[in-house]
T-cell receptor, first 116, second 116 residues
């Protein structure tokens, strides 16, 4: 069975601070996919990134960066120089590739509040 | 805007009633997924359809059913509604490759269901 743990329920930072959101996952599969989604106060889920288990290269997209470490089963997300608009709930999700089904398992989410 | 549309945006109904939620996937996407987001259970996968056929089932109650039509839109039917069914229901779509689990899912804005 797959499991995603986001241990940080809530994080509060002041604008321009860097912040890291943790994600730890469990899976028996050797091939899997990890995702991060953002859910702003308006409620929609916005796709941020997808990473497959073969690719441990870290990724940077503007102020966002992701650190994937298979050895510790972690896929952490860092926002550099945070802004008020980054305030949202962030979800990490896992999808096992060894099935024909698109079942994604989500973590409970981390609520990030960025104060001006 | 993800390209996935859901109607209605809000739905208020009474216990024991039946409702239908509608989802139109992104153009060209063959897979549709339904998720429930509630305060107690978090984000949970309900069911997936691929090109009209059921592909995977998650934590979907027997009172709930879904289908995907030839034009690829999908409907989620919820019957004998209970207070605990109050939640945000998301639809997502993906291109639907041989291994749908590898696809990135793009989410609609959700339908907020309130059962009184």
């Amino acid at each position: 069975a797959q499991k995603v743990t986001q241990a940080q329920t809530e994080i509060s930072v002041v604008e321009k601070e860097d912040v890291t959101l943790d994600c730890v996952y469990e899976t028996r599969d050797t091939t899997y996919y990890l995702f991060w989604y953002k859910q702003p106060p308006s409620g929609e889920l916005v796709f941020l990134i997808r990473r497959n288990s073969f690719d441990e290269q870290n990724e940077i997209s503007g102020r966002y960066s992701w650190n994937f470490q298979k050895s510790t089963s972690s896929f952490n997300f860092t926002i550099t120089a945070s802004q008020v608009v980054d305030s949202a709930v962030y979800f990490c999700a896992l999808s096992e590739a060894n099935t024909n089904a698109g079942k994604s398992t989500f973590g409970d989410g981390t609520t990030l509040t960025v104060k001006p | 805007d993800s390209g996935v549309t859901q109607t209605p945006k809000h739905l208020i109904t009474a216990t024991g009633q039946r409702v239908t939620l509608r989802c139109s996937p992104r153009s060209g996407d063959l897979s549709v997924y339904w998720y429930q987001q509630s305060l107690d259970q978090g984000l949970q996968f309900l069911i997936q359809y691929y090109n009209g056929e059921e592909r995977a089932k998650g934590n979907i109650l027997e009172r709930f059913s879904a289908q995907q039509f030839p034009d690829l839109h999908s409907e989620l039917n919820l019957s004998s509604l209970e207070l605990g069914d109050s939640a945000l229901y998301f639809c997502a779509s993906s291109t639907g490759t041989v291994r749908p689990s590898t696809d990135t899912q793009y989410f609609g804005p959700g339908t907020r269901l309130t059962v009184l």
